[in-house]
C-alpha cells in the first residue's frame, strides 16, 4: 500500500531545458527539498563545467547529493541510488516533498523503477583486452550485446564503454529494461514524472547562452586548471566528456579555443539528443511547457 508520504515528484528532461529554475519554484511552492540526479555534480570543484545550482540560486531550497565524491575517484549508479534514497526518504520522514532533478537516466531509473544495479567487481583482465579495440569497435559490440544502451551511452567515451561491455559480458544480461507501471515502483513511490519539453532550436540556443556564460573571464577554463592542479588527471578529465573533455584538450594545446568552443557545442547537441531518445522510452512522462503546467499536475498528485 503507497501511503501519502511517499509521494516523489521528478522533474527531469534534455540538458539546457530549465529544469534547475522550475524545480526551486516548485519547490517554495510544494514545501520541498531537491535531490540532484546529475552524473556530473556529485563531483567536488565541478561547478561551472557541470552547471551546478550555486547558494544563490537555490533560494534556501535544501539539495543534497551535490558535491559528495572526489572527481579522482568514480561514482557508481549503486552508489547513487543508495545515497539518494537515503536522502529521499529522509525527506519524506520530515513532511517535505522530495523532488528529483537531473537529467542522468540511469539515475532517475535506478529510483523511479527500484532496478537492482549490478554490483560488478572490475575484470582487469577483461578490461585489457577490451582496451586493445577502439572506441568504433567497442562502440559496435555494445550495440549487438545490449542496443538499448548503446543509443544513450557516450560512444566517444572509452571508459564508459569498457565499462558497459564489462557489466554485459560479466553477467549475461542487458541493463535492466524500464518498468512501465503508470503510477509506482517497486520501492513503493508514488511516483510524477514531468519533463520539460522544448524544440531542437531552443535546447540549441540555451547551450549556447549557457556555454557563452561559462567562458566569461575564462571562468570554466580557471575551473578546469585548478581540478588539474589539485591531482585529477587529463584522462580523468577526458572521462566526464563534454565541457571537460574539449576544455582538457584546449588546455593541452590539442585544439584551439574556437575548436573547443565548437566541438562543446555540438557534443552538447547530441547529449541532448541522447537523452530524448532515453526518456521517450518512457510512456509515464507527462510533459509540460511552463511552471504553470507543472503547478497542475503537482496539485492533482499530491
Not at 542496443?147 to 564489462?166: F, G, M, Q
Amino acid at each position: 500500500m503507497i501511503s501519502k508520504n511517499n509521494k516523489l515528484i521528478v522533474i527531469l528532461g534534455q540538458t539546457a531545458s530549465g529544469k534547475t529554475d522550475l524545480s526551486v519554484k516548485l519547490a517554495k511552492k510544494f514545501d520541498g527539498e531537491v535531490v540532484s540526479a546529475d552524473s556530473r555534480q556529485v563531483y567536488k570543484g565541478m561547478d561551472i563545467g557541470s552547471g551546478k545550482i550555486t547558494r544563490k540560486e537555490m533560494q534556501g531550497i535544501k539539495h543534497h547529493l551535490l558535491d559528495v565524491a572526489s572527481p579522482k575517484i568514480r561514482f557508481s549508479t549503486a552508489q547513487y541510488q543508495k545515497l539518494s534514497l537515503r536522502e529521499i526518504r529522509g525527506i519524506q520522514r520530515r513532511g517535505k516533498v522530495p523532488i528529483l532533478v537531473g537529467g542522468t537516466g540511469f539515475y532517475i531509473q535506478s529510483i523511479v523503477d527500484g532496478i537492482v544495479i549490478p554490483e560488478v567487481a572490475p575484470d582487469w583482465k577483461l578490461r585489457k583486452e577490451l582496451e586493445k579495440l577502439s572506441v568504433k569497435e567497442m562502440f559496435a559490440k555494445l550495440q549487438k550485446l545490449d542496443p538499448k544502451r548503446a543509443e544513450i551511452i557516450d560512444y566517444h567515451n572509452p571508459r564508459r564503454l569498457v565499462r558497459a561491455l564489462e557489466i554485459v559480458l560479466k553477467t549475461g544480461k542487458p541493463v535492466p529494461k524500464l518498468d512501465r507501471r503508470p503510477t509506482s515502483n517497486q520501492l513503493g513511490f508514488d511516483v510524477l514524472e514531468i519533463a520539460i519539453l522544448k524544440t531542437k532550436e531552443e535546447i540549441k540556443k540555451n547551450i549556447q547562452k549557457r556555454l557563452e556564460k561559462r567562458l566569461v573571464n575564462d571562468a570554466m577554463i580557471k575551473e578546469i586548471k585548478k581540478l588539474l592542479k589539485s591531482g585529477v588527471s587529463f584522462k580523468r578529465l577526458q572521462e566526464f566528456g563534454l565541457e571537460y573533455r574539449f576544455v582538457a584538450q584546449y588546455i593541452r594545446g590539442l585544439i584551439s579555443h574556437q575548436q573547443m568552443i565548437d566541438a562543446i557545442q555540438l557534443e552538447s547537441e547530441h547529449y541532448a539528443k541522447r537523452q530524448m531518445t532515453w526518456f521517450k522510452r518512457d510512456g509515464r512522462i507527462r510533459w509540460i511547457k511552463n511552471y504553470r503546467e507543472a503547478e497542475k499536475l503537482i496539485k492533482e498528485f499530491i
